[in-house]
């Protein structure tokens, strides 16, 4: 039968060190997560590039990044990189670079697909209007595609937020690795890996929530968009009848 018996201070008296922990997760989220948000334009432009050599340049990375395991890229960037460029890097710069690399690769699709959702009638128009290229991707083609790609850019990064968790295993000191660090210091997993498991749901989970909501808001436009569309004819109609039906009445 169950029979543990639990011991809660083992938290309590380590809350500094988990929110330690917290903190750098939070920060190398976030400097990962607006890295890439950059990087993935000229990756997903490079993407749809006419010049065949750019457009497979940019596809072989980002089939790299997308098709080997995140663990091991952090592997390589930290044990076998540092071979090839001769200098060692940090822990915290390791999982940086490699959170950075393995998210672009991710967002660089979805925002081509934002890209390519845009009307074609929009980006002619741009140009009829001599905008440039960079200024059509700035006022018509990046803000719609951001729009329409906001779940999924969402869903991206409460991803790249929990795996950031693999750092732990090149020694950076996040909120795993102050986990299990205090796990090994006082044999409480159960405790401590639970509390950690529950930061990690408090943080990612409204993020989640945001992510839905927004999804059902988009469908519930796309829907009344159309109908509203249909509506236009009738009430058109009813308003060229009542302006006769006025004259008639000679007022």
Do not use: H
Not at 43 to 56: D, L
Not at 171 to 182: K, R, S, Y
Not at 200 to 218: C, G, K, N
């Amino acid at each position: 039968m169950f029979n543990y018996d639990f011991d809660w201070s083992v938290v309590t008296n380590n809350l500094d060190r988990l929110g330690q922990g917290l903190l750098t997760t939070i920060e190398l989220a976030l400097l990962a997560i607006v890295t890439s948000m950059i990087l993935a334009v000229p990756v997903a432009i490079a993407r749809m590039s006419e010049i065949r050599v750019i457009r497979w340049i940019a596809q072989v990375y980002i089939e790299i990044f997308r098709c080997t395991p995140l663990l091991v890229q952090l592997f390589w960037v930290f044990y076998a990189m540092p071979a090839l460029i001769g200098l060692t890097l940090p822990g915290f710069l390791s999982a940086f670079i490699t959170l950075s690399l393995n998210l672009t690769a991710f967002m660089a699709e979805a925002y081509r697909s934002g890209f390519q959702s845009v009307p074609v009638e929009q980006v002619e128009a741009g140009q009829m209007l001599r905008l440039s290229y960079a200024q059509r991707l700035r006022y018509i083609i990046l803000p719609q595609a951001m729009r329409q790609q906001l779940p999924v850019i969402l869903s991206l990064d409460i991803t790249l937020f929990k795996d950031t968790a693999l750092v732990s295993t090149i020694a950076v000191g996040d909120l795993m690795f102050a986990a299990n660090t205090i796990s090994t210091e006082t044999y409480r997993s159960l405790e401590v890996f639970t509390v950690a498991a529950l930061i990690y749901f408090i943080v990612a989970f409204p993020a989640s929530l945001l992510t839905s909501w927004i999804e059902r808001r988009m469908q519930d436009s796309q829907t009344q968009v159309p109908r509203r569309r249909k509506m236009l004819p009738a009430v058109a109609g009813s308003g060229k009848q009542y302006r006769t039906l006025r004259k008639q009445g000679g007022e």
